[in-house]
DNA sequence: ATGGCACACGTTATAGCATAACGCAATTGA
DNA sequence: TCAATTGCGTTATGCTATAACGTGTGCCAT
């Protein structure tokens, strides 16, 4: 009883640990370390970081998850269903602002900005693979 | 001796310690991580990550040198003086595309990305302090 | 001048993030 | 049945970054 498993919630289906560290980030309120979810698993049976990591990188490659870069943290996709373009998951470029305050990060998208991104890639050649929008700041919440 | 110093190449005058990583940042065909510039300057003297850290914080506070987040890595800025807006440096967001293959990094600005991305934020009443744009991907040599 | 301040520097220790390398177990589909 | 694939668990290690301490120097107001 070791692959994949019915789950509530998922595109693919999910295996134990990866339904797990997604139920902690999805209920979390701001971006979460591996090593911050580790700790909060350790009643579930989880020892050591490849745990986490491991479920982080399938999570990531559904795109169920998303890496902050400039955080060295991980959230769950806040992409409301029913966005612009191409429904449902596997989405395209997406952007993050991050309060330092609070922590909250909002996800978004804007078309714009990724057509313009990608005619200077296409512009000089380039081919991207990944691109990472990260704005820190402040919230409006916060930013009082 | 331990102030400031005449530099050859700077805005604000650099140390000793700024001046060694600057030109090894500068000398540099690909981002470099701190403990790899520690390794390059130990000749010079430097027996510790800090020495390279405190030098990294002034030279990215004084723009010369910009941090990539998606690599853990630094690198100088490129920017042609006589760039578009606010001439000199201290200039504002700045994005980066960068190749997975031979690690060259390209440095470009985009006023319509940067204006697109600000408009988003003064609707949410998010207030950016600091943006960052990182594409990853293979650059044309490497594309071939 | 002299005391206080700001700042760069050097060192040691520690914290935080991520992966290598091993072996085992279960699933799948030739 | 047998190989290939995938997930899992463990131990060890490596890479990235900062805390905390003390030193020396230039500067400036007193
Ligand atoms: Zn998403
Ligand atoms: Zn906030
Ligand atoms: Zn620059
Ligand atoms: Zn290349």
């Known amino acids: 009883m070791n692959a994949p498993i019915s789950s509530p919630v998922s595109s693919p289906a999910l295996t134990k640990n990866q339904n797990l560290v997604f139920d902690v980030l999805t209920r979390a309120e701001a971006p979460m370390s591996a090593y911050t979810i580790l700790d909060k698993l350790r009643d579930h049976g989880f020892r050591a970081p490849l745990q986490v990591y491991r479920a982080l990188d399938k999570l990531t490659e559904f795109g169920m998850v998303h890496r902050l870069e400039s955080?060295?943290?991980?959230?769950?996709?806040?992409?409301?269903?029913?966005?612009?373009?191409g429904a449902g998951h596997g989405h395209g470029t997406v952007a993050f602002a991050i309060c330092e305050s609070c922590g909250h990060v909002s996800e978004f998208h804007d078309h714009q900005v990724d057509h313009r991104l990608s005619d200077w890639a296409k512009s000089k050649g380039f081919k991207p693979a990944k691109t990472t929008i990260e704005i820190r700041g402040l919230c409006e919440a916060c930013a009082a």
């Open 71 to 85: 955080l060295n943290a991980f959230v769950a996709c806040a992409h409301r269903e029913s966005e612009c373009c």
